[in-house]
């Protein structure tokens, strides 16, 4: 069977939760590969709503094995909340069912007071980060001065790398007119989590590589969304790791060549959180209150309200290309029921200028024009419709637009936010 790669095609929150669930029952390993705990996975399984941050979507199943590879930054207290959570829910987590690659870079409390420092700083011009301190933790990671977790077993080393990454850091928090960390109140902090986030940790590399994992099904989960990838997002506004599907493979140190398919995953119209460009933005508008409402748009790991509008095909093609989708999963096609017209955005005008990709720029985004294709609605209710015949004709109508402007096709619809509602128009696992 193939394996997989699963990105967000928009700016996150596109309900990768459950489509990598759903595809995740067909796989045998589950990997995330960037982000960390500013990611939030929503998956509902008959009653119960599980809200994954940094745990990969396989976790939630008995036979599988959740990997967190290199690419990730990892607040081990963030993780240890997270396990305690899902334990006390019945869902239960050994070193069996979960591996962490040692080398993957901590976030320290240093990364998350200094995210919060600057985007306090930054007043109108701040980035609208989760405060995670994913920013922070990247920088270091580059810069050479994380703390990995293989370095929490080693004393002496550990002390040597906190000794390098707080000669930076306490630079800062002067300038901040904060109190200085020492490393003895890191070195305790770390000692509380060291032996329980110690049994988790491996050669992830070697794992993914070895003989008897030759032929197993790879799911590589990707967090955020493409447009929030740092060289080819939004930016500045974006998060600080590449979000674009080539990142699974350095991310987890499986080679390129074992990637089969990649799934873009679109939400039916697009929604952000944080600052920065959204051309077909709905504001103060009554659709976009409707998008709101309906699809219950507020972040799951801050809480925060997502900005909500028209689904935007030109940005879509474009991240198409960039992460190599095969076929692209629709979900929360439901939540336009009952809207008496849709817009597609399938360009924009700006200066007189058309075009059919984003300019680069966040100064020139903001005076862009969106060109829209108009679509009568439908008032018939899609949740938990199961097949593509079974949908109202222009709901078809709609699907195939997205397919004819994306330029991809449809190989998964989801119409509500249970396991099983799901229109598999074409298995990914299958060449
Ligand atoms: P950071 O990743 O916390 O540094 O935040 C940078 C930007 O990415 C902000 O606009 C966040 O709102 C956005 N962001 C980070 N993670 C997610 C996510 O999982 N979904 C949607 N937006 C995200």
């Not at 940094?54 to 976790?59: A, K, M, R, V």
């Not at 869902?91 to 995210?115: Q, Y």
Request: hydrophobic residues 35%.
């Amino acid at each position: 069977m193939n394996n997989l790669v699963v990105v967000g095609c928009q700016w996150g929150d596109e309900g990768k939760g459950k489509l990598v669930d759903y595809l995740g029952e067909k796989a045998d390993i589950i990997v995330r590969f960037q982000g960390g705990n500013n990611a939030g996975h929503t998956i509902v399984i008959g009653e119960k709503t599980f809200k994954l941050s940094l745990l990969p979507s396989g976790i939630l199943r008995d036979d599988k094995l959740s990997i967190i590879g290199n690419g990730v930054v990892l607040d081990p207290w963030a993780l240890k909340k997270e396990i305690d959570l899902l334990e006390k829910m019945g869902i239960t987590i050994s070193k069996n069912k979960l591996m962490i690659a040692e080398n993957v870079s901590l976030i320290l409390p240093f990364h998350k007071e200094l995210d919060h420092l600057r985007e306090n700083l930054a007043g109108a011009k701040k980035i609208g980060t989760t405060g995670r301190g994913i920013g922070p933790a990247y920088e270091d990671k580059v810069g050479r001065r994380s703390v990995r977790l293989s370095d929490l077993n080693n004393p002496i080393l550990l002390r040597a790398r906190l000794e390098r990454s707080l000669t930076h850091h306490n630079v800062l928090m002067k300038g901040y007119n904060k109190p200085e960390y020492s490393i003895s109140q890191i070195e305790d902090k770390l000692k509380e989590i060291t032996s329980f986030i110690s049994k988790f940790s491996i050669s992830v590399w070697q794992e993914l590589n070895d003989k008897k994992n030759k032929n197993k099904t790879i799911l590589f989960e990707g967090a955020q969304g493409s447009l929030l990838d740092v060289d080819f997002g939004t930016y500045p506004y974006v998060t600080s790791s590449n979000t674009l599907a080539p990142a699974a493979s350095i991310g987890s140190g499986v080679s390129a060549k074992r990637v089969d398919t990649v799934i873009g995953i679109v939400k039916a119209y697009t929604t952000r959180v944080g600052e920065g460009p959204f051309p077909t933005e709905l504001v103060n508008d009554k659709v976009g209150e409707h998008l709101a409402a309906v699809g219950h748009e507020k972040g799951t790991v801050t809480g925060r309200e997502r900005r909500c509008g028209w689904f935007d095909a030109a940005l879509v093609k474009q991240t198409c290309i960039l992460n190599g989708v095969d076929g692209i999963a629709i979900t929360k096609l439901d939540v336009l029921d009952g809207l008496k017209e849709l817009k597609i955005c399938i360009g924009y005008k700006m200066n007189n200028k058309s075009y059919n990709f984003l300019p680069t720029g966040a100064d020139l985004e903001k005076d862009i024009e969106p060109i829209y294709e108009i679509f009568e609605g439908w008032h018939e209710c899609t949740v938990g419709v199961s097949s593509l015949e079974k949908l109202p004709k222009n709901a078809i109508y709609y699907i195939k637009s997205i397919e004819k402007y994306v330029g991809r096709p449809a190989y998964i619809v989801s119409t509500s936010p249970n396991r099983n509602d799901i229109i598999e128009i074409k298995n990914p696992f299958e060449r």
